[in-house]
């Protein structure tokens, strides 16, 4: 097979000629691949796309799709939800990945202020995390406050009194956030004295579509935020136990990632889009969702100045600056 | 909802297909356009430097065969986790701004199957025996001129291998999800979507997807046995 | 001058030395036959001439181009070369493009390959296979195709290596007969290698034997079979009687030899004391009653012990003070009414006795 030194090199050349180019092709390839987008939605990249991380609960709920048929017909952005859950996706956002979130866990979100990668806040809606669980209610915590039910089942857990479970989210999400900070109230260390504390609280990692028919098929409890639980009431055994308690308010912001940290993302967008989130027109459009398909709205708007007292406190009506 | 939700499922799957349901046909083409696009890079990448492996005699290269073979099993949330820490705005592909893109999907399923590609067009052009390389030595080709014959000869293992890369890439889920983030219109692709409307009970749509995601893996292996029997 | 000259030609794969001090010269026009059991180094020495691949070391002209010094004109002198291996060996594609590839590979134009791909096929008698993909021809007809494949770019010389060793008597006899051919009316230069060693007699002007890893002994048909080298060589070559015996006189060009109880008289030069003694089996005549009249130099009474049936031949083994092989025709040992334990005379002229050292190679 050996031939003669002057083929053979004139052979390699010629192959890592070819070489280079195809790395050239390949190097540009996925910047052309991105503009020609094959299907109609989205011409993406740069100004005229918004990515926004947010919440298993909002996508499951069907609002985010709604939002983004109206948005992008009114102003051709096009809106790309990623969705995970809230804690991720404020890791998401402090990566620069994203251009804004759409989360519900006031003390995450407030360290992600503090920080320095969020900015311009603004509540949006809020609406109530309920407690579902069978229609039997093996723990008899139908009429209690939230603190005292769930006190109450993590004795009868503890007991192994039969036919007690709760299903977490186990996830770190806002609604996971919400739930540990009711163990706390409840008198309990959410590590120590819950997790791992038998076979009565199941640990699921999953989104709330997920964890709702885990919990159906385990016939457990669980905290599910009201609009995701709607949207899944049809498929579901699962029955509201407790709603709209005080301590399970369950509030909604959108947040900018501070373009100071990451000058590439798409800041203008963010603005114009938290702008129109708490316009006038966009807050009718997230109270009457759900009317529809639920009989009830799923999301109630905030406006001032009830948003910037108890039991709110945030700011819900002042726009914020568009960065030029 | 009345009766079993997977028999409901099931023909309202029929259904959504036949209808050609939009979100249905949008995912399955756009699963189509980034499997195929990297499949294309891939080998655009892989074949060639296989075929450098095989041709060119160099010190280690039996170990560079036996780590391609490794990397076959590589598992693809491996693969996802270190194209997301490069792809992501603080890593040091960040600047291209390619995650949670299809760009970034395809550059990632890219990375994901020139490994397997590679390793299999070494094995493809080792299918070709001793006894055919000294032949078409003593037929008189050039160097060049038996590379070329080798590779012609091997056309149909090297096909197979291609369609096995394609394969693997349409039906990966993890990288796909890490890097692309299933956002709906953008970056939602068969796999993807099945995950999400199985999490969210949509069990007709799952279904439905997964017939076609079934379908594409058929025609990807009827194409495999057409070709491997020549 | 010889067409190819080869010296001292060594080839080492790995740890493993497969040719030493190969010395083989090849005349213009004569038909060498490469003979030697499996695994003696023939294809690779084969090979290494038709130069596919480089020898590890020693000296080797083709054309009267020193090969060592001139890399470069190896394609060009391989272009004027050709090779038939043992396996049919075909490519995934029709039986045109097969017997194509070596004119494509030499840049020949459409037209004429077209018109020599025609003309070899009709030769070999493929005319009606050349549209089939040629993975599906059967194995003779795959061998017809690569033999096609290597005549038709008019190899100035052939190298057939065991071309017959996978065929049928009759694509054997088709293409000994195709290379007996170009070689008279084309004066094509043909190197066989075989194993068998009816073939390397037909064919063959002159042979050489391979035993292990060189050419053990290279000359006319009748020197390697009548007169072999050495002990292997004997033994290679089917000789019946190989004896061992020691010198115990030299006398006007004879010499005699002791071997066990039995002294036998040889032409050879004694060319040590210990030797062996080499007769072929079919030299020695057998006799019912002690011959009248003989001038064979040796004449010995002896015993049937065995008789073994090679047709159309018997194999009928005598003591006569040592034990002789003796070949003869199924017939005639019938019309002698051998038999096993009858007294016979046997005889052999001294000439048909040949000697080799016990210590030689």
């Given at each position: 097979m050996k031939m003669n030194v002057a083929i053979l090199s004139a052979g390699t050349i010629a192959i890592l000629f070819i070489l280079a180019l195809l790395a050239g092709c390949t190097g540009t390839a996925p910047g052309e691949n991105v503009t020609p987008n094959v299907t109609t939605t989205a011409p993406a990249a740069g100004a005229n796309v918004l990515k926004i991380a947010t919440t298993t609960s909002l996508e499951n709920t069907g609002l985010l799709a709604e939002l983004e048929r109206v948005?992008?017909?009114?102003?051709?952005?096009?809106?790309q939800f990623i969705a995970q859950g809230t804690g991720q996706a404020l890791d998401t956002a402090r990566r620069g990945d994203v251009d804004l979130v759409l989360v519900h866990a006031p003390a995450l979100?407030?360290?992600?202020?503090?920080?320095?990668?969020?900015?311009?806040?603004?509540?949006?809606?809020?609406?109530?995390?309920?407690?579902?669980?069978?229609?039997?209610?093996?723990?008899?915590?139908?009429?209690?406050?939230?603190?005292?039910?769930?006190?109450?089942?993590?004795i009868a857990g503890m007991n192994n009194t039969p036919g007690v479970a709760f299903v977490s989210r186990g996830d770190n999400s806002g609604t996971h956030a919400q739930e540990k900070a009711l163990w706390k109230e409840a008198g309990y260390n959410y590590t120590t004295e819950i997790l791992d504390s038998g076979a009565w609280y199941v640990d699921a990692g999953k989104g709330m579509g997920d964890t709702l028919i885990l919990a159906d098929e385990k016939k457990a409890y669980t905290l599910s935020d009201e609009g995701t639980y709607l949207s899944f009431a049809n498929r579901l055994a699962l029955v509201p136990i407790i709603s709209e308690s005080t301590e399970l308010m369950n509030r909604y912001s959108a947040i900018a990632v501070n373009p100071a940290k990451y000058p590439n993302t798409n800041a203008r967008g963010a603005a114009d889009f938290i702008n129109w989130l708490i316009s006038d027109e966009?807050?009718?459009?997230?109270?009457?969702?759900?009317?529809?398909?639920?009989?009830?709205?799923?999301?109630?708007?905030?406006?001032?100045?009830?948003?910037?007292?108890?039991?709110?406190?945030?700011?819900?009506a002042e726009p914020v600056p568009t960065p030029a | 909802m009345n009766g079993n939700p997977i028999v409901e499922g099931f023909i309202e799957a029929i259904r959504l297909i036949v209808s050609l349901d939009p979100q249905v046909v949008e995912i399955t083409i756009r699963s189509l356009y980034v499997s195929l696009t990297a499949t294309f890079f891939a080998a655009l990448i892989a074949l060639p430097l296989g075929a450098l492996i095989y041709f060119y005699e160099f010190r280690g290269k039996h170990?560079?065969?036996?780590t391609l073979q490794t990397l076959y099993a590589l598992p693809t949330v491996i693969v996802g986790l270190v194209m997301f820490l490069l792809l992501s705005n603080i890593g040091p592909f960040g600047f291209l701004r390619l995650l949670y893109t299809p760009g970034?999907?395809?550059?990632?399923?890219?990375?994901?199957?020139?490994?397997?590609?590679?390793?299999?067009?070494?094995?493809?052009?080792?299918?070709i025996d001793r006894d055919k390389r000294y032949t078409i030595t003593a037929l008189g080709a050039s160097r060049l001129q038996t590379i070329v014959t080798?590779?012609?000869?091997?056309?149909?293992?090297?096909?197979?291998?291609?369609?096995?890369?394609?394969?693997r890439a349409i039906s990966e889920v993890g990288t796909v999800m890490i890097i692309g983030g299933n956002i709906r219109g953008a970056t939602r692709v068969l796999t993807t979507a099945i995950a999400l409307n199985t999490s969210m009970a949509n069990y007709s749509v799952s279904i439905a997807l997964g017939i076609i995601l079934l379908a594409v893996a058929l025609g990807v292996n009827i194409a495999l046995s057409l070709v491997q029997r020549r | 001058m010889a067409i190819i000259e080869a010296r001292d030609i060594r080839k080492v794969y790995g740890n493993l030395e497969v040719l030493h001090d190969v010395d083989l010269s090849v005349e213009e026009g004569e038909i060498l036959g490469l003979i030697g059991p499996s695994g003696s180094g023939k294809s690779t020495l084969l090979r290494i001439l038709d130069l596919i691949e480089p020898p590890s070391g020693g000296e080797l002209s083709v054309f009267g181009t020193d090969t060592v010094a001139e890399r470069s004109r190896w394609l060009d002198l391989r272009r004027r070369m050709g090779m038939l291996f043992q396996r049919p060996i075909v490519f995934n594609a029709s039986v045109y493009d097969n017997v194509a590839m070596g004119l494509r590979y030499r840049g020949v134009s459409g037209s004429d390959i077209d018109r020599k791909v025609k003309e070899a096929l009709d030769a070999v008698g493929l005319s009606r296979y050349i549209k089939s993909r040629a993975t599906d021809l059967s194995g003779g007809e795959q061998q017809r195709v690569a033999l096609s494949r290597v005549l038709v770019t008019d190899p100035e010389i052939l190298f057939l290596d065991e071309p017959t060793a996978n065929l049928d008597p009759g694509s054997t006899a088709t293409i000994e007969r195709i290379v007996a051919d170009l070689n008279r009316e084309a004066g094509m230069t043909v190197l066989i290698s075989t194993h068998d060693l009816a073939q390397g007699q037909r064919l063959a002007h002159r042979i050489a034997v391979m035993i292990e890893g060189t050419v053990a002994q290279a000359g006319?048909?009748?020197?390697?079979?009548?007169?072999?080298?050495?002990?292997?060589?004997?033994?290679?070559?089917?000789?019946?009687?190989?004896?061992?015996g020691r010198v115990v006189s030299r006398q006007g060009g004879l010499t005699t030899v002791a071997a066990k109880d039995r002294r036998i008289i040889s032409a050879t030069p004694s060319p040590a004391d210990e030797v062996f003694v080499v007769i072929r089996g079919e030299d020695i005549s057998?006799?019912?009653?002690?011959?009248?009249?003989?001038?064979?130099?040796?004449?010995?009474?002896?015993?049937?012990?065995a008789i073994e049936s090679m047709a159309p031949f018997v194999n009928v083994t005598v003591d006569c003070g040592c034990d002789l092989v003796v070949l003869m025709p199924a017939r005639r040992a019938e019309a002698l009414e051998i038999h096993v334990g009858m007294e016979v005379w046997v005889s052999l002229p001294a000439k048909v006795v040949h000697l080799v050292p016990q210590n030689g190679p």
């Open positions: 948005y992008e017909r009114e102003t051709g952005m096009d809106l979100e407030k360290e992600f202020e503090d920080e320095g990668y969020g900015i311009d806040p603004r509540c949006i809606a809020y609406n109530y995390f309920i407690i579902v669980g069978p229609e039997d209610d093996p723990a008899k915590i139908r009429n209690m406050s939230a603190v005292e039910a769930f006190r109450t089942i993590a966009g807050k009718q459009l997230i109270g009457d969702f759900g009317k529809v398909e639920f009989g009830k709205p799923l999301f109630v708007p905030l406006y001032a100045p009830e948003c910037t007292g108890p039991p709110f406190n945030c700011t819900c | 170990a560079v065969v036996s970034g999907m395809i550059v990632t399923q890219t990375v994901l199957i020139i490994p397997l590609l590679m390793g299999l067009t070494v094995s493809a052009l080792s299918g080798i590779i012609v000869e091997s056309r149909f293992a090297v096909m197979s291998s291609v369609l096995l890369g394609f394969g | 006319s048909p009748h020197a390697v079979f009548h007169e072999p080298g050495s002990r292997k060589i004997a033994g290679f070559v089917g000789v019946q009687n190989i004896i061992p057998l006799h019912r009653r002690e011959p009248g009249y003989e001038e064979a130099e040796n004449l010995f009474p002896a015993r049937v012990t």
